[in-house]
């Protein structure tokens, strides 16, 4: 074969790649964004945090849910990302729209470009604004996935020992909506001390799933402050038994009311 069949050979192949992944993206229902983030996060993890699932991962493959998280790297919303659809009848991708620091959304670039695509929503570290809160809240009333980490915060004071105290809004979130509450423990996420250095550690993750956590107790009842705090114990401590690390409680009492 001389150079020319060889030109033509590679320009066909080119074309043909290109065809199928235009066709892939065209097609995908969450979007050809979500379909060209989860690319990203498949060469991510090829490349770099390898990532096992330790257990089934419960993931609704249609209505809503809150897919909770412990928080000690940047990277974690890629690793939840990761194969979520694993146990769907028919695999297909949801976004998870994630609340995120607003921060993020200061970067230029693809961090910007993926944030956006992702659906995330952005909130001030003050927690003064309630947008959103009622963003998520209809996020969820809309049949969405919808992610947080409860710490509020990457922990770097007490990653592999004890969970940050929880703030309430996942608890606010759950018992508004109803929408079914599925904790997740990563281990070893990428640690760094930059952002974008976290996404290029070389590390084995590996995730734990929890099943939904019944919060039927609280329904039914105008939330508290004393109820939010139980029910985000409760969220908390689903989460440390699941990582097999201690949580800061914050509610007034020894032990959890779930009555």
């Known amino acids: 074969m001389d150079w020319r069949s060889l030109l033509v ?3 066909g192949a080119t074309v043909l790649i290109v065809a199928i992944a235009t066709y892939r993206g065209a097609t995908c229902p969450a979007g050809w964004r979500a379909w060209v983030c989860y ?29 909770v998280a412990n928080h000690t790297s940047p990277v974690d919303p890629v690793l939840i990302w990761h194969r979520h659809f694993a ?13 995120m620091a607003k921060e993020y959304y200061g970067h230029g670039g693809v961090v910007n470009w993926v944030c956006r695509a992702m659906e995330s929503i952005p ?7 309630m ?37 309430t809004g996942a608890a ?6 109803k ?8 281990h070893h996420a990428p640690r760094s001390k930059s952002i974008l250095g976290c996404y290029f550690v070389r590390t084995l993750v590996s995730l734990t799933y929890g099943d939904p956590i019944d919060l039927s107790a ?42």
Not at 87 to 99: A, N
Not at 135 to 162: C, I, M, Y
Not at 172 to 177: E, G, H, P
């Open 218 to 259: 609280w329904h039914g009842r105008k939330p508290g402050h004393e109820d939010l705090a139980e029910v985000t114990d409760v969220i908390m401590k689903s989460l440390s038994d699941l990582g097999g690390i201690g949580f800061t409680p914050i509610a007034p009492q020894c032990e959890t009311r779930r009555a």
């Open 172 to 177: 606010w979130l759950a018992l508004k909506s």
């Open 131 to 167: 947008g959103p809160i009622r963003e998520a809240l209809t996020r969820l009333e809309n049949g969405q996935l919808l992610g947080l980490f409860p710490e509020g915060r990457l922990n770097v004071e007490s990653p592999d020992e004890r969970l940050l105290p929880g703030g």
């Open 39 to 67: 690319q990203i996060a498949v060469v991510h993890r090829t490349l770099f945090a390898h990532c096992q699932m330790m257990n089934k991962c419960p993931f609704p493959e249609s209505g809503p849910a809150i897919i």
């Open 9 to 11: 050979w590679i320009l």
């Open 87 to 99: 146990q769907f009848r028919k695999p297909r991708l949801r976004v998870i729209g994630f609340m």
């Open 123 to 129: 909130v001030s570290r003050s927690g003064q604004d």
């Open 179 to 186: 929408a079914p509450v599925i904790p997740v423990f990563i």
